[in-house]
């Protein structure tokens, strides 16, 4: 079958270093094909150029067998190919409507009839989605989303999905799934960029694989198992590695009780939630988009406000205390590590060393008024060396670093704050799994020196295999506590939605 998108020799460099190297690649009319590799492998760099976002310093890309170079996003749309971003671009001043209308408005708009269309192309792709909601209302899952939607909706021949599902809730997942499905129906032709490589498995008709910017592979899916797959982005097996189960005699036991929350409650979210925290012990917190698990240890961190009247009480070390900034928070010692880098983890503008260095300043650790350059460059330096974040060089600015190293920088900006209790929201979410293998080995490190952990995922493989202790939640407020070595996923799913 002729390819509808063909790149050939493409290479592209950063400052002489390349990114990607002589990388040639087809997408076929109607197919699924899913591109795979870790972290800084140059999956995001080839689809890219592809979009328009930047341009190759060399080989060519072939679209309808013309050679292309779109030199800007809007002309690869206009020319039939959207790419759905792993951080969202959305415009958070703006409602669901008008940012999925954004480009493509008529010479004049009825604001009415652009909030009934939207809710109608929302309700055919199974998006419970309010079009009259500003953007910056809407949680991660919900604007990712709107993300999607907007893509489907510039009716493009081929669409690049990059990590689209690390917000979306199981259910979710299927109704984006059967979406993907009915596109390759209708001839549209996808590029399926994941971490996650059972749903590769699943949803793709072809795999190829990337390893530190070069080709590795190309082949059908059914040429492909997990392990396979894992060794071609690694060069190693690592499933076994990643996701080991508690017998039950490994778990760490619990020692001192360093916070305490009781009763605590904001507005719908959370309810009446209650539970401890304990030292070198990690406590994973599972619970569905929604149940009030990330709400509630935002509360905790100074980031959210409890109810002022019935808001409940946290103890930290048997003393009341109540933040009303983040900065308060992390003076006690309690750091949150964000689910949403973009936004809330980095200053993609910043260097790594700037990042890092103002979680140094937020803890109030720097003495003296003159910061020098000698002594951020030297604190990146170190943090680069201790989490392995792989960069062109150690003054490179955030923006220009891959998903999973920008993640290592975030866990360095929170853990040069030298936390007491430590809290990682999704600390794997669009991590490639050679990552994940390193930030699992620095939870369990920090754990063993004594700290107390809490992990909040949605990957129950995670929270099986880091756990202690399960905290499970549901509806806003932790309905049970399980034990890794006694419970099963399917129990702990169970719990979750009964």
């Known amino acids: 079958m002729k390819p509808i998108i063909r790149m050939d020799c493409v290479t592209k460099s950063y400052k002489g270093v390349p990114a990607i190297k002589n990388v040639d690649f087809d997408l076929r009319r109607g197919e699924i094909h899913a591109l795979l590799g870790e972290n800084g492998a140059g999956k995001s760099t080839l689809t890219k150029i592809m979009a328009g976002v930047v341009m190759a310093n060399a080989g060519k890309m072939l679209f309808h067998d013309r050679q292309v170079r779109f030199a800007t996003p809007h002309e690869a749309l206009k020319a039939g190919v959207a790419m759905v971003f792993q951080e969202t671009s959305l415009v958070p001043s703006m409602t669901v409507a008008q940012n999925l209308y954004l480009g493509s408005e008529k010479f004049i708009n009825r604001l009415r009839g652009i909030y009934i269309s939207a809710q109608q192309f929302l309700q055919s792709l199974d998006f419970s989605v309010d079009p009259a909601a500003m953007v910056e209302t809407l949680g991660a899952a919900k604007q990712q989303m709107v993300e999607i939607a907007r893509a489907v909706q510039h009716k493009a021949e081929v669409i690049i ?120 012990q990690i406590t ?5 988009i929604g149940s ?36 308060e928070a992390i003076g006690d010692g309690i750091v949150y590590v964000t689910e949403n880098r973009k936004t809330e983890g980095v200053f993609e503008t910043m260097t790594i060393g700037e990042n890092i260095f103002a979680g140094f300043l937020a803890a109030g650790r720097k003495k003296g008024l003159v910061v020098r350059v000698k002594d951020i460059q030297a604190l990146a330096k170190q943090w680069i060396k201790d989490l392995n974040i792989k960069t062109i060089n150690n003054d490179a600015r955030v923006v220009e670093l891959s998903g999973g190293n ?39 490190k920090l754990a063993d020196e004594g700290i107390a952990v809490v992990v909040i995922s949605s990957h129950l493989p995670e929270i099986m295999s880091l756990s202690d202790r399960i905290l499970v939640c549901r509806q806003g407020r932790i309905v049970e506590e399980l034990s890794p070595g006694e419970t099963t996923e399917e129990e702990i799913m169970y719990a979750a939605v009964h």
Do not use: C, W
């Not at 994973?284 to 569905?288: D, I, K, N, P, R």
């Not at 409890?306 to 409940?312: E, I, T």
């Not at 007491?420 to 939870?443: C, K, N, S, Y």
């Open 284 to 288: 994973g917190v599972f619970g569905l």
């Open 406 to 444: 920008q993640q290592k920088t975030v866990i360095a900006k929170g853990l040069t704050q030298k936390p007491r209790i430590i809290i990682f929201d999704e600390p794997t979410r669009g991590v490639d799994v050679g990552a994940i293998g390193e930030i699992h080995q620095l939870i369990n």
């Open 292 to 327: 009030g698990r990330t709400e509630t240890f935002r509360i905790i961190s100074g980031i959210d406000k409890r109810d002022f009247l019935r808001g409940g009480a946290i103890e930290l070390d048997d003393e009341p205390v109540r933040y009303y900034t983040p900065h």
């Open 161 to 280: 999905f990059d990590e689209p599902t690390a917000s979306l809730t199981p259910e979710e997942k299927r109704h984006f799934f059967a979406l993907l499905r009915r596109l390759k129906v209708d001839g549209v032709s996808i590029i399926f960029i994941s971490h996650a490589i059972e749903e590769a498995l699943e949803i793709s008709d072809r795999i190829t694989i990337l390893r530190d910017g070069e080709l590795v592979v190309t082949d059908d899916t059914s040429a492909f198992n997990r392990d396979k797959i894992i060794s071609a982005m690694v060069g190693r097996t690592l499933s076994e590695e990643l996701y080991h189960h508690h017998s039950g005699d490994d778990t760490r036991k619990p020692g001192k009780k360093i916070l305490s929350v009781q009763d605590i409650s904001r507005g719908s979210v959370v309810q009446n939630n209650s539970f401890s925290v304990f030292g070198g």
